[in-house]
């Protein structure tokens, strides 16, 4: 058999940490067995589905390499295959039309309530043998909906790929709707139609979908269809243990992209967030497929640490190549503000990058980093704390003393003999390099903090390290 799976987001907003984990777990679970990963979009709301929330999640999940294969399901589209097979249910007696209320429903409900038993639909019309009649164009009487008719006694079960072993006694389960009142089918018989029509064998979703997959089970039942394997995982929670809200971090996944997080980091957090594979943390996307299986699915919550995706996001950039970094750091530094004089020569920008990279934890934070390399010496701009601490008379008299030792050297690339020259002239003042290393980060970058100083002297070149010097000792 072909493992086929599929991610079925409905477009009322865009691709949330919770989505985008189901989808890379779905996807996992098709590429480890060689299988098929498609995709579906339930805007069968058609108040709250867009276009743009569908656009999201489509470049969100390119975003992160989990494309689907062939193209998209649009359950819109398929209306009239849904009612195709609800009027089959109807002709083969397994689903029946009923003329109750909303109002008469919920009294049903509130009786077996008071009577202590589980609320539902009391099948009334169940054994009526109701027909629609005139009165709407489509023959459909207004305010009557279809109804599943389910067994009454037995017991339906799966053996759930995450919660092992799962039954719910038939009894318990309500006629549920199959055809609303304006004739639109409603989810669980859309969801089965779909995924028969897609040969979907293997469904993973969250585990708010238990209840839904009995009902679900009958359905395939009922139409004579094999029953795909189903899965539900856990839901991912706060660190407070309450349930992921935007304060924990629950942003859609593109707002991480626009945080400075890399794809691959974001994809080996998502994964661990309810997998593992030993203790083994850091993991390839060539690792994930070949060790990836619904065995190693834990059945408890995750909590959502945004320091440990922090640490892994700094670990993909230390491991990124220079050049990649480099044509990803324009875009970032464009949101931080203008890219007017900046320059962004890719070899420039590529020869910055490893000075950056042991320190930056994200790429907006890299952007940071960054801009004092880009801007020339007039632009520059210098903290006004920094030069009042640190540019005092005795260390700007040291700056001038070394500037003929900077003029004099030819090789800048070679950053060990700047230090050398620097160390040799405080040793001759018996001088701690500490005299001078803050005054001359001052001096190069306009601030306290930067990479190390003879490297960003060699990135800097000769003409622009002498002009930060000598504009510094003119402030």
Not at 34 to 50: K, W
Request: aromatic share 8%; proline share 5%; with cysteine.
């Amino acid at each position: 058999m072909t493992i086929v799976t599929r991610f079925a987001p409905s477009p009322t907003g865009y691709l949330h940490i919770g989505g985008a984990r189901t989808a890379l777990f779905s996807w996992l679970l098709a590429k480890s067995q060689g299988g098929t990963f498609r995709l579906r979009v339930e805007d069968t709301d058609r108040e709250r589905s867009t276009k743009e929330a569908t656009d999201a999640i489509i470049e969100a999940m390119a975003w992160l390499d989990l494309a689907a294969e062939g193209s998209a399901v649009f359950q819109s589209e398929r209306f009239d295959l849904y009612n195709s097979f609800i009027d089959q249910l109807l002709a083969t007696g397994r689903a029946y039309w009923c003329r109750c209320t909303p109002d008469e429903v919920e009294a049903m409900r509130e009786k077996a309530r008071a009577e202590g038993r589980k609320p539902k639909y009391d099948g009334r019309c169940r054994e009526l043998g109701l027909e629609p009649g005139a009165g709407r164009p489509d023959g459909r009487p207004d305010g009557w909906v279809v109804r599943f008719k389910g067994p009454q006694d037995g017991v339906t079960a799966f053996d759930d790929m995450v919660k092992g072993p799962t039954a719910v006694q038939n009894a318990e389960l309500d006629d549920m709707i199959l055809r609303r009142s304006d004739g639109a089918p409603t989810y669980n018989l859309a969801v089965v139609v779909d995924d028969h029509a897609m040969g979907v064998t293997h469904v993973l979703r969250g585990d708010d979908h238990v209840a839904n997959t009995p009902r679900q089970i009958l359905l395939y039942q009922a139409l004579g269809w094999d029953v795909p394997r189903f899965g539900h995982v856990p839901m991912i929670l706060g660190p407070d243990k309450a349930k992921l809200s935007k304060r924990h971090g629950a942003l859609s996944v593109m707002e991480y992209k626009k945080l400075g997080y890399l794809p691959e980091a974001l994809v080996n957090y998502l994964v661990r967030l309810g997998w593992s594979h030993g203790d083994q943390e850091i993991f390839s996307r060539e690792e994930l497929i070949r060790l990836f299986s619904t065995d190693n699915l834990g059945n408890s919550p995750s909590v959502f640490d945004l320091k440990k995706l922090e640490w892994l996001n700094a670990h993909y950039i230390k491991e990124s190549t220079p050049q990649r970094l480099a044509a990803l750091l324009p875009e970032f530094l464009g949101e931080a503000g203008s890219l007017d004089g900046l320059n962004l020569d890719p070899a420039y920008l590529a020869g910055i990058m490893p000075l950056l990279q042991p320190r930056a934890k994200t790429l907006v934070e890299m952007a940071d980093m960054a801009r004092f390399f880009l801007l020339p010496t007039a632009a520059l701009v210098y903290d006004d704390k920094a030069v009042a601490d640190q540019l005092k008379p005795e260390a700007r008299a040291l700056l001038a003393e070394l500037l003929p030792i900077y003029e004099s050297a030819t090789d800048y690339g070679d950053h060990t003999a700047l230090e050398a020259a620097t160390q040799a002239f405080l040793d001759e003042r018996g001088l701690k390099f500490k005299a001078v290393a803050q005054p001359l980060r001052v001096a190069l970058t306009g601030k306290t903090a930067s990479p190390g100083l003879f490297e960003t002297m060699g990135v800097l070149g000769k003409n622009e390290s002498l002009a930060r010097i000598k504009r510094a000792l003119a402030l």
